[in-house]
């Protein structure tokens, strides 16, 4: 939760490089695609060039640090969790193909290459899907986002619940957080056993919660008294707006379909690591 | 005094689960008026405030009789969204007045035009006059939540000053501050009411009151116990008293002193007139 | 004081019950964001980030309480768990939908066996069919990231050779303490809400 939190507290200081120009539309139609074509493809490295892409990118906007954290605090540990689960024979139901032999005491123990490759495809699309989620998120400030999602005809009210969320994350975690010193005075701790830290927990949210309930109305009225409900289109006072930026990335997107689906009629699903779909 | 900018007669209204929570309460105020209202806890000040701007009932239904006309509209024919170019309402706790969807100050102020639809340049132009009146010059880039407690209830008064209503209402706009923070709040409202605006403000703090309020009605359990000059309902410190409302110290010293000891000053209502009087009694200028 | 006249008066329809939700909806779900964000400062054994789903529906009915869980999972998507945990927001409407029902069936009673028998069955068996096949379908269904239950997931793939079950297991194992222990919670938080919050009927 340690990451969430500081991806969710934006810094006040930002970098302006093109990646940052670039139209959020334009960002969050590069995540949907990529994210879209590793699951049409099986391909582990197709899958890695994607992630390399992303991450050029990403240094580029200085934006990298958070991503890789996030990839090596959950992708890594799964790809190390997965493959020995799947490859080795323990039951993954698809094995048939023996790569290679593991000598350990005494046994040859064999390793497949169905549950080795669906162990790091597998991560990896997700890899994917995180990293180019992020890149869209982190060099996209709240303005661009709001105009954007207004530009992309999402009803205000539903941009609204977003942008309140994550305004009201910070504020919660901050008033948990002086309930929690509040209650370790009280003689709460963390070394206790199950029950006791359930009950404990229950100390510290069921506060928590009432106030926050408590707000709810007033800040209800308090939109309502400014306004929010007016019949009228909304004025921002940032408008999204497409530049030659935007068309050089969106024209290099559709060209790079057309190279990836000449690449899927010729070469199927898995044209450079070469595996086999396995179910469905 | 201009025109009546806000009539009330006989509102009388109760909420879905609480009854008569206003029973026949009539006033009005004129453009460029003050009028203070005050009562103990549970009075139903708060429900007052609510229905300048339509909140009561629209946003919270139950049973309404009589009329409330703001800025020549009935609050039963407007929606809140229409009265809030009319009402601009502060509450108590600026935190929660917040609108959730800015980043600055700045945008904070503008938040309420956004919502109306002002074109881009207005927007601008009202939001930086708005700061200035509020003394917050320097701090639009700032985060709302970065912001003292009196800072941020300025900001609050800023957002709705932006919108230019024709009335304030201020619904115990320091009852979560400090006393720095109080005494920002206060100044503010001063500056305003010298300014000429027309302001309905909910206040516990009786003896700052007294220095801007023209009028001030006291409510209790729905109903108006008084109503009129400042003068008229301070002076009365029995009553006060009666419906659990502190009264200025300098007015019940001086009440205690005419009743008890025999004097006979004329009741001051705040310090300034305190000092004359007893200066002038005790042959001190 | 002089009698009082009656005044007639009018019934009025509130609309605030659409904006209340505007705001409720992001507070329920910044409440499951905090609501794990307490089991990680605890090292409570649960994920902790599903009983804000369950107290919005409780006190403010279905819709609520699903969007509150649907944009917390959207919100988790965008910043930290990558596009296609979006789908777990389905999920939430699931779990919102579940409480929906026990609350219409009237299992809330903490004191009465069938709450929590009736708990186990709905939260603990019958939603993780529905989480498996979420996690078989976009995730592959491997082995979860963590050791516990990927231990076990290990276990039953190489006892039975099936591969659903082995994740319909590792999500029971998952889910039965979680979600059970998460609508005890919600459960006791919404006995203390006063009325006046309570809008579902």
């Known amino acids: ?280 | 005094m201009g025109e009546a900018v806000v009539k009330v007669e006989n509102l009388t209204y109760s909420y879905p689960r609480r009854e008569n929570v206003l029973v026949n309460v009539s006033f009005e105020v004129k453009k460029g008026e003050v009028l203070g209202i005050i009562g103990p806890n549970g009075a139903g000040k708060s429900t007052l405030c609510k229905a300048l701007n339509g909140l009561v009932p629209h946003f919270y239904g139950g049973r309404i009789g009589g009329k409330v006309v703001v800025a020549g509209m009935d609050t039963m024919k407007h929606t809140v969204a229409e009265l809030s170019t009319k009402v601009g309402l502060v509450f108590q706790d600026p935190e929660d007045q917040m609108s959730g969807l800015a980043l600055t100050v700045y945008e904070e102020v503008a938040f309420g035009l956004m919502m109306l639809g002002f074109p881009r340049e207005e927007i601008d132009a009202r939001v930086r006059d708005a700061i200035k009146k509020v003394g917050l010059g320097g701090l639009e880039g700032r985060s709302p939540f970065e912001l003292s407690g009196g800072q941020m209830q300025r900001l609050a008064i800023a957002t709705v000053l932006a919108i230019k209503p024709e009335i304030l209402v201020l619904d115990e706009p320091t009852a979560q501050l400090d006393p720095i923070g109080k005494f920002e709040v206060f100044s503010v409202i001063k500056k305003l009411a010298e300014e000429g605006s027309t302001i309905v403000v909910v206040e516990h703090e009786i003896e700052e009151l007294a220095t801007f309020a023209d009028n001030i009605l006291l409510l209790d359990e729905g109903r108006v116990r008084a109503y009129g000059s400042a003068r008229e309902v301070l002076e009365k410190v029995d009553q006060l008293r009666k419906y659990g409302v502190d009264p200025p110290s300098v007015t019940e010293l001086t009440y205690i002193l005419n009743k008890e000891v025999g004097t006979d000053f004329e009741i001051p209502i705040t310090i300034e007139e305190a000092y004359k009087i007893y200066a002038e009694a005790l042959g001190v200028s | 004081m002089p009698e009082e006249a009656t005044v007639e008066t009018v019934e009025v329809t509130p609309t605030g019950a659409k904006i209340l939700a505007v705001v409720m909806i992001p507070t329920i779900a910044a409440l499951n964001y905090v609501g794990g964000v307490l089991v990680e400062m605890l090292k409570a054994p649960i994920w902790g980030d599903t009983w804000a789903t369950m107290l919005g529906t409780l006190i403010s009915g279905f819709v609520v309480g699903a969007a509150g869980g649907f944009l917390y999972n959207i919100i988790m998507a965008f910043t930290v768990w990558g596009l296609p945990n979006w789908v777990w927001g389905f999920a939430n409407v699931a779990i919102a939908l579940i409480t929906w029902f026990m609350m219409k069936m009237g299992w809330t009673d903490l004191k009465k066996p069938m709450t929590y028998i009736m708990a186990i069955i709905l939260f603990g068996f019958i939603y993780p069919i529905f989480t498996t096949a979420i996690s078989i379908g976009l995730f592959g269904g491997g082995p979860l990231w963590k050791p516990l239950p990927a231990a076990i997931y290990a276990a039953v793939l190489s006892s039975t050779g099936n591969f659903w079950l082995a994740n319909y297991i590792q999500n029971v194992s998952t889910e039965v303490p979680d979600k059970v222990i998460s609508y005890i919670i919600s459960l006791i938080i919404a006995s203390r809400v006063p009325k006046r919050f309570i809008l579902a009927k």
């Open chain 1, 1 to 280: 939760m340690g990451i969430s939190l500081s991806l969710l507290k934006r810094t006040a200081v930002e970098v302006e490089t093109f990646v940052q120009r670039l139209d959020g539309r334009v960002k969050f139609l590069y995540f949907i695609w990529a994210s879209i074509l590793v699951y049409i493809f099986y391909d582990f490295i197709l899958n890695l060039i994607f992630i390399i892409v992303t991450l050029l990118l990403a240094i580029y906007a200085r934006v990298a640090k958070p991503i890789a954290m996030t990839l090596l605090v959950i992708i890594v540990p799964w790809i190390a969790i997965a493959t020995p689960i799947l490859s080795l024979p323990l039951g993954f139901p698809w094995n048939k193909t023996i790569i290679y032999y593991i000598k350990f005491a005494g046994y040859e123990i064999p390793v497949y290459l169905e549950g080795l490759g669906w162990g790091i495809t597998w991560p990896l699309r997700i890899g994917v899907c995180i990293s180019t989620a992020m890149l869209f998120y982190l060099t996209t400030n709240q303005a661009r986002l709001v105009a954007t999602m207004f530009k992309m005809k999402v009803p205000f009210r539903f941009i609204y619940m977003l942008i309140a969320t994550f305004q009201l994350i910070p504020l919660l975690v901050d008033e948990a957080n002086t309930i929690f010193q509040a209650q370790l005075s009280r003689g709460l701790r963390t070394d206790v056993g199950i029950i006791k830290k359930l009950y404990y927990y229950l100390a510290l949210v069921i506060p928590l919660t009432l106030s926050a309930l408590n707000r709810v109305q007033i800040r209800a009225i308090a939109l309502e008294s400014r306004g929010f409900s007016a019949p009228v289109t909304k004025t921002l006072m940032y408008e999204a707006e497409f530049k030659w930026m935007d068309w050089i990335f969106l024209s290099t997107i559709i060209v790079a379909t057309i190279v990836l689906a000449y690449v899927y009629i010729t070469y199927g699903y898995s044209p450079i690591a070469g595996l086999e779909y396995i179910w469905g």
